[in-house]
Each structure stands twice: as C-alpha cells, then as structure tokens.
C-alpha cells in the first residue's frame, strides 16, 4: 500500500449506529487530519494530530471522536449521527506542522439515514 | 466575505485550449499556496504548491501567485479532456498546519 489509504470507502448507516472510519498513511508523515466535505462547500477541517496528539479541534460535535494511536494510523468514531452529517470524510497527512503540503485520502462516502 | 474566494463554474473548455483559474484571499497572513485536483468520488490529489509570490511550472501547468493582489492564478496548457475535474486552491500563514480551501472550480474539457 502506498500514499493514504482509508476504510471503508462507502458507508451507510442509521443515526443510532456506531462506525469507525480508518485511515493509514504509510509516507512517514508525523500531522493526520480529519476533513469534511460536502456538496457545494469547502473543505472542512476537523481535527489535525500531530505526533499522536490532537492539536486541533475545529468546534466538532462530540458525536464525532477521533483516536490517533500513532502517527501512522487515525479512526474516526460515529455515534447517533444526523442526516446531515452525511458527506465525504477525508483523511490527510503531511510531514510537520508549518506550511507542508497535505495528502490526502480517497475519503470515506457516508451516509446517514 | 469568505477567506477564500474560488469561483465554482463549471468552466468549460475545448480540448487543447488554455485553462485558467484564480483564488482571491483576504488574509495577508498567507504565504504557501496549493492547487489541488479532485476527481468525482475521489480524494484531492496535490498539484502545485508554491512559497510566496512568484511562478512555477510543472509540465503542463503554471501556477502564479501575486501576494500584492492576493490572487493566485493555475494555468493548464493544452487541456485535455483527462483533466476534467475539481479544482482546488489552498493556502496557509505557514505558522501552523491549518490549511484553509477555496470552494473549487469545476472544469469540463470537451473533446
């Protein structure tokens, strides 16, 4: 496997399911993040983990938890989701903190019914 | 006003015609620039990334930034219908690893 990879790639899921969304980097990056994307907006920034810590949480509902157990590797748990927290979750990474360039992920496509 | 302005299009072009696409921020902060592209139902794949003003060229595309005008410009030369997509700018101060996204700009080349 090579770049950012996550699982699963499709998700469908009611709003009182509880999922994880993985991602795994092999670049030897040391900063994940979490994004959301939507129709017709911005990316969304989540949350970033840099060296395994959470650096960054962009005033995300305690619904989503992220989990980073090394710097390889971040989950996303889902739990008693809206249907509007429907979108493509994206996972990226990069080297350091100041300035690098992100890789991103496929994303995870999720619905919530 | 948004940090970031990126017109969403679509913009549609004939095959081998020069696409040309431009962010403007409002944050004078900003100081790395990147163009992304996103394929449907894809992540966004980098393409450019560039440190404060200038040009630079990759093949068949040039990206430009005039920080003076906070306005930053990705330029695809002989378009073809394989870079139909989703395009991205980003930028960031550099001072932490926030990057802050335009909208996209949705690209259609026409064979």
């Known amino acids: 496997e090579t770049g950012v990879t996550q699982t699963p790639r499709h998700l469908v899921m009611g709003m009182t399911n509880k999922k994880s969304l993985k991602c795994e980097q092999h670049l030897g990056h040391n900063a994940m993040y979490w994004y959301k994307q939507s129709a017709k907006k911005p990316l969304e920034l989540m949350f970033v983990?840099?060296?395994?810590?959470?650096?960054e949480n962009n005033s995300v509902p305690s619904r989503f938890s992220p989990e980073c157990p090394n710097s390889s590797h971040l989950f996303l748990h889902l739990h008693t989701l809206q249907p509007e927290d429907s979108a493509l979750y994206l996972c990226?990474?990069?080297?350091?903190?100041?300035?690098?360039?992100?890789?991103f992920g496929p994303g995870t496509r999720l619905t919530v019914l | 006003q948004k940090e970031v302005e990126q017109d969403p299009g679509p913009l549609s072009v004939p095959e081998g015609a020069i696409v040309s696409l431009n962010c403007t921020y409002s944050?004078?902060?900003?100081?790395?620039f990147m163009w992304y592209r996103q394929y449907s139902r894809k992540g966004p794949e980098l393409l450019m990334y560039?440190?404060?003003?200038g040009n630079k060229e990759d093949g068949r595309f040039t990206a430009q930034v005039d920080k003076s005008s906070k306005y930053i410009s990705l330029f695809i030369r002989d378009s073809q219908p394989s870079d139909s997509a989703t395009y991205l700018c980003?930028?960031?101060?550099?001072?932490?690893?926030?990057?802050?996204f335009g909208g996209g700009t949705r690209v259609l080349v026409k064979p």
């Open positions: 980003a930028m960031t101060p550099g001072t932490g690893n926030k990057l802050t």
């Open positions: 983990y840099n060296f395994k810590e959470q650096t």
């Open positions: 944050n004078s902060a900003f100081q790395y």
């Open positions: 560039t440190y404060s003003s």
């Open positions: 990226a990474s990069s080297p350091s903190g100041k300035g690098n360039e992100q890789f």
